[in-house]
């Protein structure tokens, strides 16, 4: 790779932490773009073009674009770390559920009472807490006697995971009741070249 790809993002946004993360993990050379989601940057015209659904993260990797976090993952593994994208077809298609999951009841759990809290969004915190409490369980059942969630050893699933997952206690989700999961997540943030998703409310706002 001769250029390094663009990836357009927030630094409160999950979705493109764990692009940024993942990037870093993997050793490719990137360029932090940043789209300010609290002026509205996310609906101008020149980042509608490219991403008509206005939302981070964006990649740009010579004349590829690429939208939707999950996707972009796939696209950096193939492309740039296939150690992190198994090609056995059971093992690839575990990695898929967990980025379906990632998509689903992480997103609307832990992510979504994180938007209340960080973002001030007008959702139902019972119901969000009840999505992460049950999306726990299982991720805690999962990781019984497991280091990694697929292959016994990091995947993208990993990354697709984490993000959201180590930030569930600013949506007030306390991860305290989930012994395995929080040694994955320490796990996680041991591997080589990993970052924090940086930023906070107080600071974004001073």
Do not use: C
């Not at 927030?10 to 990137?30: E, M, Q, T």
């Not at 509608?48 to 990797?61: C, F, R």
């Not at 999962?142 to 993208?156: F, K, M, Q, S, Y």
């Not at 989930?178 to 001073?206: C, H, I």
């Amino acid at each position: 790779m001769t250029n390094a790809i663009r990836i357009h993002g927030f630094p409160l946004s999950g979705h493109a932490h764990r692009v940024k993360l993942f990037a870093s993990l993997a050793g490719i050379a990137y360029e932090g773009v940043l789209v300010d989601l609290a002026t509205g940057e996310h609906k101008e015209p020149a980042f509608l073009s490219l991403n008509p659904a206005g939302q981070v993260p964006v990649i740009e990797d010579g004349d590829v674009v690429v939208t939707d976090s999950n996707a972009i993952l796939v696209y950096l593994a193939r492309k740039y770390a296939p150690d992190y994208l198994p090609t056995d077809p059971v093992a690839e298609a575990e990695v898929q559920q967990f980025l379906t999951l990632a998509a689903g009841d992480i997103a609307f759990g832990p992510a979504a009472a994180r938007l209340i809290n960080v973002f001030n969004a007008d959702l139902d915190r019972d119901f969000t807490h009840a999505i992460a409490a049950r999306v726990f369980g299982r991720l805690e059942a999962h990781l019984e006697g497991r280091d990694w969630l697929v292959a016994g050893r990091p995947t993208i699933a990993d990354v697709a995971i984490y993000s959201y997952t180590a930030h569930a206690p600013e949506g007030g989700v306390s991860l305290e009741p989930y012994p395995n999961l929080r040694r994955w997540l320490f796990n996680v943030e041991s591997l080589d070249g990993f970052v924090p998703m940086t930023g906070t409310k107080v600071g974004l706002a001073a």
